[in-house]
DNA sequence: CTCTCATATTTACAATTATCTATATTATAC
DNA sequence: GTATAATATAGATAATTGTAAATATGAGAG
């Protein structure tokens, strides 16, 4: 991944619903009924908004019937959190580098 | 962290230009006037950057003589990694979760 | 004290983005 | 075919944000 991509996946989730979006997302696989329920937004800003995060590959979406739902793209996600946690660490900084676990 | 002290990081990694000073970080603390030689805006512009990477907590900036220098705060760093990681893949979405290290 | 250097703040403006209403699409049920 | 349901798109507007010019601050040097 390099910066330019990384750069449109933090844009997408750095807003106030749509990393709520990816809160609610993050147990799951869930249609968009069911999601938009939970906020005081109208359905073409959720839309929008399942779009951006679409666009970007770190949600994926998938037609059944007449319902979409959506979930989190792990591989695209541990990229992501591949290419933030490549960082030195300088001396007055100790890095503690955790393993990134999904429980 | 939370969702909302992780939107706050994710809004400042998520511009163009703030990605570009947070890869430039990566390998170590650099002054204001070395960072802003690479860039092609004003030293104002450059500043309010810096600002709202600070804000967030990601970047943390000390004065020594007359120079601002600047580094990742690597535990920031690694709470948003954590964050964001803490996710349950679902059935038909491998997640590989790998280790993130800083080599 | 004044001068210079490095950086920060203020103000104003331009570009981007989030939101809405209205409409379109796509699929199913009758 | 029409009607309904779930989601997407278009167009308009309001809010947010990136940018630059001008100015301010704070710390040496002389």
């Known amino acids: ?4 991509e990384c750069t ?10 749509r ?17 938009i329920e939970k906020f005081d937004i109208t359905q ?15 949600v994926v979406s998938e037609k059944d019937w007449k319902w ?3 979930s989190i793209n792990c591989d695209k996600l541990n990229e992501l959190l591949t290419y933030l ?9 100790t890095c503690e580098c955790k393993k990134n676990n999904c429980d």
Request: proline share 2%; with cysteine; net charge positive.
């Open 19 to 35: 990393i709520q979006i990816f809160e609610m997302l993050r147990n799951g696989k869930l249609c968009a009924c069911k999601m």
């Open 68 to 70: 979409t739902y959506y």
């Open 85 to 93: 946690g490549h960082t030195k660490c300088n001396s007055n900084l």
């Open 44 to 58: 073409p800003t959720f839309s929008h908004h399942m779009k951006i995060l679409c666009d970007c590959g770190i």
């Open 1 to 4: 991944m390099d910066a330019l």
């Open 8 to 17: 449109k996946i933090l844009k997408a989730l750095g807003e106030d619903t």
